[in-house]
């Protein structure tokens, strides 16, 4: 059964920095690209970013800067590291797992919030 748990969401000032966590189990991590999401009320959901097995990494151009995605082939996990962050960043923080070779294996997880308020 594919997990994807996310942690480290909770309430911040703007300015401020979170850092959130996504563990995955019952997939070969190493073979995924891992990616945050987010989704804001009112509005799409949209990639915030996105790391491939290589390790190359691509952000939405709202937080190039600011954030930065990490994964730790030991600890089968992924980081987002968010920085100097704004009101806009209010979100929920999804957690996905995406097999390139292989669309259909496609894995979210169950998302964090962070809100942003002063």
Known sequence: ?????????????????????????GIIFSIYTMAWY???????RELVAAITTGGSTNYADSVEGRFTISRDKARN??????????????AV???NARQILNPALDYW???????LSS
């Not at 987010?38 to 799409?44: D, I, L, T, V, W």
């Not at 996990?77 to 209010?90: A, G, H, R």
């Open 109 to 115: 997880g169950q998302g964090t919030q962070v809100t």
């Open 38 to 44: 987010r989704q804001a009320p009112g509005k799409e």
């Open 1 to 25: 059964q594919v997990q994807l748990v996310e942690s480290g969401g909770g309430l911040v000032q703007p300015g401020g920095s979170l850092r959130l966590s996504c563990a995955a189990s």
């Open 77 to 90: 996990t992924v980081y987002l590291q968010m920085n100097s962050l704004k009101p806009e960043d209010t």
């Open 93 to 95: 923080y999804y957690c």
